[in-house]
């Protein structure tokens, strides 16, 4: 069990933004999740994914447990990055399920390997607390269940669905880099920024092979 008494020791300025980062994306996939379930087809759908955003919202509160050990006010730090990913739910509207839930699995997936790659270099325990937290990620396997055999019959649906999950990848890549020079301290670590966008790309492209799209 992590002791919540906080270090005396002081974090670096890196160590802050990467906890500022991972305890964002579990308050943007509470937010999402919720969402996504109120437009999920079929009640079962929507029951897993309230399950979700409820998921993160415990998840926001062991990484302030986490933070607090290292002397790192996670609120504060997380309040740093409101707003951080733009207009990009803006920019990407899905026009039905199969697109909703492809971009919420992409979008987040990339979210989530930014701060495991970011995490990474952290001394621990915070890096093992954080790490823990992004992989425990549910959604990959809602996602397969209800597009793969779906993709697999449509040629038609897998050819638009690779369309929108490549202008999904490309957005949030575009996202992240941006996120990268408003805040240049995460990129002192040992993942530099070309590192992050090899990671970032690796696992985008994962993850729509996996679905049975073209990336």
Request: glycine share 10%.
């Amino acid at each position: 069990m992590i002791d919540p008494t906080p270090a005396t020791t002081s974090a670096t300025a890196y160590q802050r933004a990467v906890v500022g980062i991972v305890a964002y994306s579990r308050t943007v996939a509470c937010t999402r999740y919720a969402k996504d379930a109120d437009k999920a087809p079929l009640m079962a759908s929507r029951v897993a994914i309230m399950r979700m955003s409820a998921a993160a919202v415990t998840g926001y509160e062991r990484v302030v447990q986490a933070a607090a050990v290292t002397g790192i006010d996670a609120d504060a730090e997380a309040h740093r990055f409101v707003g951080a990913l733009g207009d990009f739910d803006e920019r990407l509207r899905p026009s039905d399920w199969p697109e909703r839930l492809v971009k919420t699995y992409l979008a987040f997936g990339m979210l989530i390997d930014f701060g495991m790659a970011l995490a990474d270099s952290l001394p621990e325990p915070l890096r093992g607390a954080l790490v823990d937290e992004l992989a425990d990620e549910r959604l990959g396997g809602l996602a397969s269940r209800e597009l793969v055999p779906a993709i697999d019959a449509d040629t038609q649906l897998a050819a638009r669905l690779g369309l929108w999950g490549r202008r999904v990848v490309g957005e949030e890549m575009g996202t992240l880099q941006r996120l990268l020079v408003l805040h240049p301290e995460l990129t002192t670590g040992a993942a530099g920024a070309e590192l992050l966008h090899e990671v970032l790309s690796q696992g985008a492209m994962s993850r729509m092979r996996g679905l049975g799209l073209r990336g």
